[in-house]
């Protein structure tokens, strides 16, 4: 889908975007025009939803650049987080079973690639719970990993929310490629960078689930939701919703699933869209 504006499209009862590549700019901040926009529509009584890969733990930042603390659907569906109380209301995880094979059949598929684990406790910094352990091969796909090395066997050891699986090298398209068919139904695959890493959720779990979770605790109707998203991760979500917007900056796949093109999120692609009911 290339760039429409749509005409008459009603004022949305729920916005949801995603935050890398699409809220925030390249220097991972929430400009002032952005902020302005999404203070108006929560002003108005709209709800607006973080709809995200991170996990809950990495949320304040974005908590802070937008000035209040939305609910958010993390780890890419699998939990619901209310950051204004800093508290999981729902959390859904691949058991160590599911863990376990899926890690066998990665190392099959895709040899050499590392292996990590995202977890979840009560809270954003359950410091109780390591929350993110990864194997001596894991080679990190960002800047500053905050997480805890250890033996592989150990990053099967305990439920967890998704399983990263990093290929250098590889491109993310590739392995999601080479593993999914093989996954059997057994777990959902996506990835949010193109840089040799998928993400590997339980069955059905998707932006799209988690989104639907939200809707259905405030009330909303699916159909007046809009949400916004760059990458391969935000498809299910922008096709659950009444309206999905992609970033001109978006992968072809989300573009492509997408019911308009806005501008990059260099360029206040998110903030440019909801002026047209809020500031503009």
Known sequence: MEEVTPVHLPKPKMVASDVDGTLIDEDERVTPRTRAAVAALVADGVPFVLATGRPPRWIQPVVDGL??????????????????????????????????????????????????????????????????????????????????????????????????????????ADMRAALAPRLAGRADVTYSTDNGLIEVSAPGITKAAGLATVAERLGVQRATIIAFGDMPNDVPMLRLAGHGVAMGNGHPEVRAAADEVTAANSDDGVAQVLERWWIG
């Open 67 to 172: 000035g209040f603390a939305p609910l958010c659907v993390c780890g890419n569906g699998a939990v619901i987080y209310d950051s204004a109380a800093d508290r999981i209301l729902q959390s859904t995880v691949l058991d160590v079973a599911s863990l376990e094979w899926i890690a066998d059949l990665a190392e099959r598929v895709l040899p050499g690639c590392g292996l990590a684990a995202e977890r979840v406790g009560a809270s954003a910094h359950d410091a109780a719970t390591p929350q993110f352990v990864s194997s001596p091969e894991y080679e990190h796909a960002w800047l500053n990993p905050d997480d805890t090395q250890v033996a592989r066997s150990e990053v099967v050891a305990a439920p967890a929310i998704k399983m990263l699986i990093r290929l250098r090298g590889a491109t993310s």
